[in-house]
Protein backbone atom coordinates (compact mmCIF):
# COMPACT_ATOMS: atom_id res chain seq x y z
CA UNK A 1 0.00 0.00 0.00
CA UNK A 2 1.57 3.35 -1.02
CA UNK A 3 1.43 6.74 0.94
CA UNK A 4 -1.96 8.14 -0.57
CA UNK A 5 -3.47 5.22 0.40
CA UNK A 6 -2.22 4.68 3.75
CA UNK A 7 -4.93 6.93 6.27
CA UNK A 8 -2.64 7.23 9.11
CA UNK A 9 0.20 8.19 7.50
CA UNK A 10 -1.80 10.47 5.09
CA UNK A 11 -3.35 12.09 8.04
CA UNK A 12 0.27 12.41 10.17
CA UNK A 13 1.93 13.88 6.85
CA UNK A 14 -1.16 16.52 6.66
CA UNK A 15 -1.26 17.16 9.92
CA UNK A 16 2.91 18.19 10.07
CA UNK A 17 1.78 20.75 6.98
CA UNK A 18 -0.87 21.77 9.07
CA UNK A 19 1.34 22.60 12.19
CA UNK A 20 3.88 24.31 10.22
CA UNK A 21 1.47 26.10 8.46
CA UNK A 22 -0.18 27.15 12.06
CA UNK A 23 3.18 27.78 13.83
CA UNK A 24 4.92 30.05 11.18
CA UNK A 25 1.13 32.10 10.79
CA UNK A 26 1.30 32.63 14.66
CA UNK A 27 4.02 31.83 16.68
CA UNK A 28 2.51 33.60 19.49
CA UNK A 29 -0.12 31.17 19.30
CA UNK A 30 2.12 28.29 18.98
CA UNK A 31 4.25 29.34 22.12
CA UNK A 32 0.95 29.99 24.22
CA UNK A 33 -0.05 26.13 23.07
CA UNK A 34 3.47 25.20 23.81
CA UNK A 35 3.13 26.36 27.16
CA UNK A 36 -0.43 25.64 28.35
CA UNK A 37 0.93 21.87 26.88
CA UNK A 38 4.27 21.77 29.53
CA UNK A 39 1.67 23.18 32.05
CA UNK A 40 -0.46 20.48 32.33
CA UNK A 41 2.36 18.04 31.64
CA UNK A 42 3.42 18.90 34.55
CA UNK A 43 0.01 19.11 36.51
CA UNK A 44 -1.10 15.67 35.21
CA UNK A 45 -4.82 16.86 36.56
CA UNK A 46 -6.72 19.65 35.10
CA UNK A 47 -10.31 20.59 37.44
CA UNK A 48 -13.32 20.94 35.69
CA UNK A 49 -15.16 23.17 37.10
CA UNK A 50 -19.08 24.06 36.49
CA UNK A 51 -20.51 27.36 38.06
CA UNK A 52 -22.70 30.01 37.49
CA UNK A 53 -22.16 32.33 40.20
CA UNK A 54 -19.12 34.61 40.26
CA UNK A 55 -17.57 34.75 43.14
CA UNK A 56 -18.09 31.31 44.04
CA UNK A 57 -16.16 30.29 40.73
CA UNK A 58 -13.75 33.06 41.97
CA UNK A 59 -13.13 31.60 45.16
CA UNK A 60 -13.17 27.94 43.39
CA UNK A 61 -10.48 28.46 41.78
CA UNK A 62 -8.43 30.35 43.64
CA UNK A 63 -9.14 27.68 46.21
CA UNK A 64 -7.99 24.87 43.75
CA UNK A 65 -4.37 26.87 42.90
CA UNK A 66 -3.69 27.37 46.33
CA UNK A 67 -3.57 23.76 47.18
CA UNK A 68 -1.62 22.68 43.90
CA UNK A 69 -3.84 22.96 41.28
CA UNK A 70 -2.91 25.94 39.07
CA UNK A 71 -4.91 25.31 36.01
CA UNK A 72 -9.07 24.90 34.97
CA UNK A 73 -11.60 24.19 32.71
CA UNK A 74 -14.56 26.53 33.21
CA UNK A 75 -17.42 24.64 30.99
CA UNK A 76 -19.81 26.76 29.58
CA UNK A 77 -22.87 24.48 30.93
CA UNK A 78 -24.78 27.47 32.92
CA UNK A 79 -26.64 30.41 31.83
CA UNK A 80 -23.99 32.32 33.23
CA UNK A 81 -20.35 30.65 32.22
CA UNK A 82 -19.11 33.37 29.54
CA UNK A 83 -19.23 36.11 32.41
CA UNK A 84 -18.16 33.61 35.27
CA UNK A 85 -15.32 32.90 32.88
CA UNK A 86 -14.56 36.57 32.47
CA UNK A 87 -14.20 36.96 35.71
CA UNK A 88 -12.45 33.97 36.62
CA UNK A 89 -9.57 35.50 33.99
CA UNK A 90 -9.52 38.75 35.43
CA UNK A 91 -9.36 37.85 39.05
CA UNK A 92 -7.01 35.24 38.95
CA UNK A 93 -4.04 36.07 36.72
CA UNK A 94 -1.77 33.51 38.38
CA UNK A 95 -4.23 30.31 37.19
CA UNK A 96 -4.19 28.92 33.31
CA UNK A 97 -7.85 29.54 32.48
CA UNK A 98 -9.71 28.02 29.93
CA UNK A 99 -13.19 26.82 28.77
CA UNK A 100 -14.54 23.67 28.18
CA UNK A 101 -17.90 22.47 26.15
CA UNK A 102 -16.88 25.37 23.30
CA UNK A 103 -19.32 23.88 20.41
CA UNK A 104 -19.52 26.71 17.94
CA UNK A 105 -17.16 28.76 16.24
CA UNK A 106 -19.19 32.03 17.96
CA UNK A 107 -18.39 30.93 21.42
CA UNK A 108 -14.45 30.14 20.31
CA UNK A 109 -14.49 34.08 19.68
CA UNK A 110 -16.24 34.35 22.73
CA UNK A 111 -13.94 32.59 24.68
CA UNK A 112 -11.17 34.95 23.01
CA UNK A 113 -12.82 37.63 23.65
CA UNK A 114 -12.81 36.77 27.12
CA UNK A 115 -8.75 36.65 27.64
CA UNK A 116 -9.42 32.85 28.47
CA UNK A 117 -5.98 30.75 28.16
CA UNK A 118 -7.30 28.11 25.68
CA UNK A 119 -10.22 26.26 24.58
CA UNK A 120 -11.70 22.73 24.80
CA UNK A 121 -14.50 20.73 23.19
CA UNK A 122 -16.08 17.46 23.82
CA UNK A 123 -16.37 16.40 19.87
CA UNK A 124 -14.66 17.96 16.54
CA UNK A 125 -16.39 18.85 13.39
CA UNK A 126 -15.14 20.24 10.49
CA UNK A 127 -16.51 23.38 10.72
CA UNK A 128 -15.25 23.98 14.18
CA UNK A 129 -11.90 22.22 13.41
CA UNK A 130 -11.68 25.03 10.68
CA UNK A 131 -12.12 28.13 12.84
CA UNK A 132 -10.23 27.04 15.66
CA UNK A 133 -7.33 26.94 13.09
CA UNK A 134 -7.82 30.12 12.15
CA UNK A 135 -8.36 31.63 15.65
CA UNK A 136 -5.49 32.79 17.66
CA UNK A 137 -6.85 30.96 20.64
CA UNK A 138 -5.03 27.72 21.99
CA UNK A 139 -7.23 24.89 21.41
CA UNK A 140 -7.86 21.49 22.08
CA UNK A 141 -10.45 19.26 20.37
CA UNK A 142 -12.77 16.45 21.40
CA UNK A 143 -12.29 13.05 19.94
CA UNK A 144 -14.15 9.83 20.38
CA UNK A 145 -12.38 7.28 18.21
CA UNK A 146 -9.87 7.22 14.69
CA UNK A 147 -11.78 9.21 12.56
CA UNK A 148 -12.24 12.28 14.67
CA UNK A 149 -8.61 12.11 15.24
CA UNK A 150 -7.88 12.48 11.51
CA UNK A 151 -10.14 15.00 11.38
CA UNK A 152 -8.33 16.74 14.07
CA UNK A 153 -4.67 15.95 12.89
CA UNK A 154 -5.59 17.33 9.26
CA UNK A 155 -6.06 20.68 11.16
CA UNK A 156 -3.20 20.83 12.99
CA UNK A 157 -4.06 19.39 16.33
CA UNK A 158 -1.94 16.90 17.96
CA UNK A 159 -2.78 17.13 21.61
CA UNK A 160 -6.58 16.50 22.33
CA UNK A 161 -9.56 15.59 24.12
CA UNK A 162 -10.88 11.63 24.27
CA UNK A 163 -14.33 11.86 25.66
CA UNK A 164 -16.09 10.55 27.17
CA UNK A 165 -13.31 8.86 28.36
CA UNK A 166 -14.77 5.45 30.29
CA UNK A 167 -17.40 5.11 27.31
CA UNK A 168 -14.85 4.82 24.60
CA UNK A 169 -12.37 2.57 26.09
CA UNK A 170 -10.61 4.98 28.19
CA UNK A 171 -6.68 3.82 28.26
CA UNK A 172 -7.68 0.91 25.87
CA UNK A 173 -8.35 3.48 23.29
CA UNK A 174 -5.35 5.36 24.16
CA UNK A 175 -3.01 2.68 23.72
CA UNK A 176 -4.95 1.14 20.41
CA UNK A 177 -4.96 4.96 19.13
CA UNK A 178 -1.17 5.07 20.36
CA UNK A 179 0.16 2.52 17.07
CA UNK A 180 -1.54 4.62 13.88
CA UNK A 181 -1.13 8.08 15.59
CA UNK A 182 2.15 7.93 17.70
CA UNK A 183 2.56 11.78 18.32
CA UNK A 184 -0.86 12.63 19.50
CA UNK A 185 -0.84 13.35 23.37
CA UNK A 186 -4.70 12.53 25.18
CA UNK A 187 -6.15 14.80 27.93
CA UNK A 188 -9.15 11.93 29.29
CA UNK A 189 -12.15 13.28 30.49
CA UNK A 190 -15.67 11.63 31.61
CA UNK A 191 -15.81 9.02 34.64
CA UNK A 192 -12.24 9.57 35.78
CA UNK A 193 -11.72 9.13 39.43
CA UNK A 194 -8.94 10.25 42.07
CA UNK A 195 -8.93 6.27 42.30
CA UNK A 196 -8.18 5.54 37.92
CA UNK A 197 -5.76 8.64 37.44
CA UNK A 198 -2.84 7.39 38.76
CA UNK A 199 -3.52 4.37 36.17
CA UNK A 200 -4.40 6.32 33.48
CA UNK A 201 -1.72 9.05 33.90
CA UNK A 202 1.24 5.87 33.74
CA UNK A 203 0.24 5.69 29.80
CA UNK A 204 2.73 7.76 27.92
CA UNK A 205 0.71 8.99 25.51
CA UNK A 206 -1.90 10.28 28.32
CA UNK A 207 -0.59 14.03 29.00
CA UNK A 208 -3.19 14.26 31.57
CA UNK A 209 -6.92 13.99 32.67
CA UNK A 210 -9.47 16.39 33.90
CA UNK A 211 -12.45 15.73 35.82
CA UNK A 212 -14.87 17.43 38.24
CA UNK A 213 -14.22 15.11 41.99
CA UNK A 214 -12.28 17.65 42.93
CA UNK A 215 -14.29 20.87 42.79
CA UNK A 216 -18.02 19.19 43.07
CA UNK A 217 -21.08 20.94 42.92
CA UNK A 218 -22.61 19.77 46.13
CA UNK A 219 -19.08 21.56 47.97
CA UNK A 220 -19.56 24.54 45.49
CA UNK A 221 -22.78 25.52 46.62
CA UNK A 222 -22.03 24.84 50.23
CA UNK A 223 -18.88 27.26 49.85
CA UNK A 224 -17.08 24.28 52.16
CA UNK A 225 -13.74 25.75 50.56
CA UNK A 226 -11.97 23.79 53.19
CA UNK A 227 -12.87 20.54 51.69
CA UNK A 228 -12.46 21.52 48.03
CA UNK A 229 -8.84 22.39 48.88
CA UNK A 230 -8.01 18.97 50.87
CA UNK A 231 -9.55 17.36 47.86
CA UNK A 232 -7.40 19.25 45.07
CA UNK A 233 -4.33 18.61 47.39
CA UNK A 234 -4.96 14.89 47.38
CA UNK A 235 -5.74 15.49 43.61
CA UNK A 236 -2.51 17.12 42.77
CA UNK A 237 -0.52 14.54 44.62
CA UNK A 238 -2.22 11.11 43.46
CA UNK A 239 -1.08 12.47 40.02
CA UNK A 240 2.41 12.91 40.90
CA UNK A 241 2.33 8.99 41.72
Known sequence: MNQAQHPSVTATVSAAINAALS???NPVKTAALNQIIAQLQQLRVLPILVADDVQQA???????AQYGLTAVEITLR?????????????????????????????????????????GISPGITPVLARAAADSALPYFPGVGGASDLMLAL???????????????GGIKM????????????FCLTGGVTLESAPQLLAQS???????????????????????IGQLAAVAAKAAQQ
Not at 86 to 95: E, I, M, N, T
Not at 174 to 185: C, D, N, Q, S, T
Not at 206 to 225: F, K, Q, R, T, Y
Open 23 to 25: AAA
Open 58 to 64: ITCVSTL
Open 78 to 118: TPNAMQVLAAVVKACPDVCVGAGTILTPRQLQEVQDTGAAF
Open 154 to 168: EHGFNVVKLFPSDLV
Open 174 to 185: AKALGGPFPEVR
Open 205 to 227: NILCVGGSWMCPAGLIEANDWNA
